[in-house]
């Protein structure tokens, strides 16, 4: 009897879960400085699911997703520039950049809050790091949700090497990452 009761209440708790699939779009900028002036790109990530778990009641408790941005098509308007920066980033070894959000939805949202915080794990030349970036325009409207999200990227900590031009340009450390990301729940 016990043993049944033990996999009643397993099989019952799976199904107050629910998980559902979102199609993901993100439209990546990123700016800089060096000596001389400020400078920007940008980039599409490639098209991602996100998945979201929630409770019996609808809440969201989980949120998932993998997002790659392949270096080759990082473009700063500026040829020259983009051929450094994917040298400098090791593009031919290390071709995607990848961000992996496995997150409880509390990291995101406290009660009824707006999602203000989105913890990830940030992998570049083969180096993963822990980053959290703030989101903000926040919007969601039955099966679409939007909304921005900003952090800054350390090339240091990154290891990312940018060589210095004519031996006095050299370029700051902080970049500006700002991307606007998109989702669509895919039907059930």
Do not use: Y
């Not at 950049?97 to 570049?124: E, H, M, W, Y």
């Amino acid at each position: 009897m016990k043993k049944f009761l033990c996999l009643f209440c397993l099989l019952a708790g799976s199904a107050l879960a629910d998980t559902s699939n979102w199609s993901g779009t993100s439209q990546i900028s990123f700016d800089g400085t060096s000596t001389l002036h400020s400078w920007g790109g940008k980039v599409a990530a490639k098209p991602f699911v996100t998945s979201v778990t929630t409770d019996a009641a609808g809440n969201p408790t989980r949120v998932e997703a993998t997002v790659k941005v392949e270096v080759a098509k990082m473009d700063t308007a500026e040829a020259d520039r983009d051929e450094k920066m994917r040298e400098a980033m090791q593009a031919a070894a290390h071709p995607l950049i990848t961000g992996v959000i496995n997150t409880p939805f509390t990291a995101i949202r406290q009660g009824d809050a707006t999602p203000s915080a989105l913890p990830l794990k940030l992998t570049l030349l083969g180096k993963t790091q822990t980053i959290t970036g703030r989101i903000s325009n926040w919007q969601h409207r039955g099966d679409t949700a939007t909304f921005d999200l900003d952090f800054d990227l350390s090339l240091k900590k990154s290891d990312i090497k940018v060589p210095s031009v004519l031996l006095f340009i050299r370029v700051g450390d902080t970049i500006k990452v700002h991307a606007a990301v998109s989702l669509k729940r895919n039907p059930s």
